[in-house]
């Protein structure tokens, strides 16, 4: 029986995704006929966890699925133990960067690839709580459709079931890594405000996530495409394509990975920052690792919290960082492509310090390009006025301070993969 991680990193109310997360993960067991270990990492206050714990206990019981209800004290007992048996240096640093006091993206899914480790998962399968499952039919469309039969598997045994396959034949005896599909709804990064008050500006920011030295033809591509998902068309029909997927396509909502390219590279663990998670699926796409990309996307929403008056500046931050990170990950990202199949060892697996050599490659990189993204910033908010120039006078008393994080989030990114062999031999059960 296939063990897998079915997951769900949460810090605001969802009971509605716990219980629909729970629904898939039965049809996972019985479809599949899979050991199907439910995660849920609750950041939440009190009050909120609290109410998740009644929504767990009063899950029906449902055979092949085991329910992992964990807030951040139980996962900090986990870290603390995995760290003590690695028995690396600066323990408190490495607690510190898996489970930091501020949001981070990708900190919250590495817990869950080490705690998918513990419980000797083959795959991680990760949903999202602001999101939920589209239907058909009266049915709810499950991703975990597409993600379970072939991960890890040989991609040339997925090609007569799949609708179609792009690979090319030399590809086909590598081992299929990844299984995803993307969202319909509202924009992933909530930035519609900014679209509906003025189209120019909205261009001006979302192009400031493109390499400095693109054209603006190619900028106008990549705003239009930018955080929109699948669009708006609903689920009619099953359409999986066996391919190198491309990383534009698929979504941290609805994804799941292989355990040979989580257990080998973990996410950036960058606190404050949009997409710090989705480092693994320009991975497994510049290595040339198989995947499946399908079309069983998720509904999308936003909660309204992040439009409160300490939701907006804190939500906004992130995406600032986000921009900032582009330096440094556009540069891993062209070398990562450069590199192309020397990213895998013999037996198709990643390697990691192959990696690491370019992240710290890139931190010597000039930040004259990041000095100039939050002066576009800085006069995109100020045009808009209102609360966006509040916030542009915040962002002007941190310039400094945000340059150095988005270079020193680099560096903690390689310093985790050098200590994440070490991590997961001593999560393994």
Same mark, same amino acid.
């Given at each position: 029986?296939?063990?897998?991680?079915?997951?769900?990193?949460?810090?605001?109310?969802?009971?509605?995704?716990?219980?629909? +997360?729970?629904?898939?993960?039965? $049809?996972?067991?019985?479809?599949?006929?899979?050991?199907?270990?439910?995660?849920? +990492?609750?950041?939440?206050?009190?009050?909120?966890?609290?109410?998740?714990?009644?929504?767990?206990?009063?899950?029906?019981?449902?055979?092949?699925?085991?329910?992992?209800?964990?807030?951040?004290?139980?996962?900090?007992?986990?870290?603390?133990?995995?760290i003590e048996r690695a028995g690396l240096p600066g323990p408190d640093r490495l607690l510190g960067l898996l489970l930091p006091?501020?949001?981070?993206?990708?900190?919250?899914?590495?817990?869950?690839?080490?705690?998918?480790?513990?419980?000797?998962?083959?795959?991680?399968?990760?949903?999202?709580?602001?999101?939920? $499952?589209?239907?058909?039919?009266?049915?709810?469309?499950?991703?975990?459709?597409?993600?379970?039969?072939?991960?890890?598997?040989?991609?040339?045994?997925?090609?007569?079931?799949?609708?179609?396959?792009?690979?090319?034949?030399?590809?086909?005896?590598?081992?299929?890594?990844?299984?995803?599909?993307?969202?319909?709804?509202?924009?992933?990064?909530?930035?519609?405000?900014?679209?509906?008050?003025?189209?120019?500006?909205?261009?001006?920011?979302?192009?400031?996530?493109?390499?400095?030295?693109?054209?603006?033809?190619?900028?106008?591509?990549?705003?239009?495409?930018?955080?929109?998902?699948?669009?708006?068309?609903? !689920?009619?029909?099953?359409?999986?394509?066996?391919?190198?997927?491309?990383?534009?396509?698929?979504?941290?909502?609805?994804?799941?990975?292989?355990?040979?390219?989580?257990?080998?590279?973990?996410?950036?663990?960058?606190?404050?920052?949009?997409?710090?998670?989705?480092?693994?699926?320009?991975?497994?796409?510049?290595?040339?690792?198989?995947?499946?990309?399908?079309?069983?996307?998720?509904?999308?929403?936003?909660?309204?919290?992040?439009?409160?008056?300490?939701?907006?500046?804190?939500?906004?931050?992130?995406?600032?960082? !986000?921009?900032?990170?582009?330096?440094?990950?556009?540069?891993? $990202?062209?070398?990562?492509?450069?590199?192309?199949?020397?990213?895998?060892?013999?037996?198709?697996?990643?390697?990691?310090?192959?990696?690491?050599?370019?992240?710290?490659?890139?931190?010597?990189?000039?930040?004259?390009?990041?000095?100039?993204?939050?002066?576009?910033?800085?006069?995109?908010?100020?045009?808009?006025?209102?609360?966006?120039?509040?916030?542009?006078?915040?962002?002007?008393?941190?310039?400094?301070?945000?340059?150095?994080?988005?270079?020193?989030?680099?560096?903690?990114?390689?310093?985790?993969?050098?200590a994440w062999p070490a991590l997961i031999k001593a999560a393994a059960p």
């Amino acid at each position: 029986m296939n063990r897998v991680c079915l997951c769900l990193p949460t810090n605001r109310p969802c009971p509605a995704a716990i219980a629909a +997360l729970h629904q898939e993960a039965g $049809y996972a067991a019985e479809r599949f006929d899979a050991d199907v270990q439910l995660l849920i +990492l609750d950041s939440s206050d009190a009050r909120t966890r609290a109410a998740h714990t009644r929504v767990v206990a009063e899950l029906p019981r449902a055979a092949g699925v085991t329910v992992h209800h964990l807030d951040e004290d139980a996962q900090r007992v986990f870290l603390l133990r995995t760290i003590e048996r690695a028995g690396l240096p600066g323990p408190d640093r490495l607690l510190g960067l898996l489970l930091p006091p501020a949001v981070s993206y990708g900190a919250c899914t590495d817990r869950a690839f080490l705690l998918a480790a513990a419980l000797g998962c083959t795959s991680l399968h990760r949903r999202d709580s602001d999101s939920a $499952y589209q239907r058909h039919a009266g049915r709810p469309v499950f991703p975990v459709h597409h993600e379970l039969p072939f991960l890890g598997r040989p991609a040339r045994e997925a090609t007569a079931t799949v609708t179609r396959t792009t690979l090319t034949p030399d590809r086909l005896s590598r081992p299929v890594s990844l299984a995803g599909a993307s969202f319909i709804g509202e924009l992933s990064v909530d930035l519609a405000e900014i679209r509906r008050a003025d189209e120019g500006v909205y261009h001006d920011v979302v192009s400031l996530w493109a390499p400095g030295g693109w054209s603006e033809e190619r900028k106008r591509a990549l705003v239009e495409e930018s955080f929109t998902g699948a669009g708006t068309t609903p !689920f009619t029909a099953d359409l999986a394509t066996l391919t190198v997927v491309d990383p534009m396509r698929v979504d941290m909502c609805n994804v799941a990975f292989d355990r040979d390219v989580y257990e080998r590279v973990p996410l950036p663990p960058a606190t404050d920052t949009i997409g710090s998670d989705y480092f693994l699926l320009h991975l497994v796409h510049d290595a040339g690792l198989p995947g499946i990309l399908h079309n069983r996307h998720i509904e999308n929403f936003h909660t309204p919290e992040r439009r409160t008056d300490t939701g907006f500046p804190a939500y906004q931050r992130r995406f600032v960082k !986000f921009l900032l990170s582009m330096l440094y990950f556009h540069d891993v $990202y062209d070398r990562m492509t450069d590199a192309g199949d020397t990213l895998l060892d013999s037996g198709h697996r990643v390697r990691p310090d192959r990696i690491v050599d370019f992240l710290r490659a890139s931190t010597g990189l000039d930040r004259a390009e990041n000095v100039w993204r939050l002066d576009r910033v800085d006069t995109a908010y100020r045009k808009l006025g209102g609360r966006y120039a509040g916030f542009a006078d915040r962002l002007a008393a941190e310039r400094g301070r945000l340059l150095d994080e988005a270079e020193a989030d680099i560096e903690s990114f390689a310093q985790l993969i050098e200590a994440w062999p070490a991590l997961i031999k001593a999560a393994a059960p």
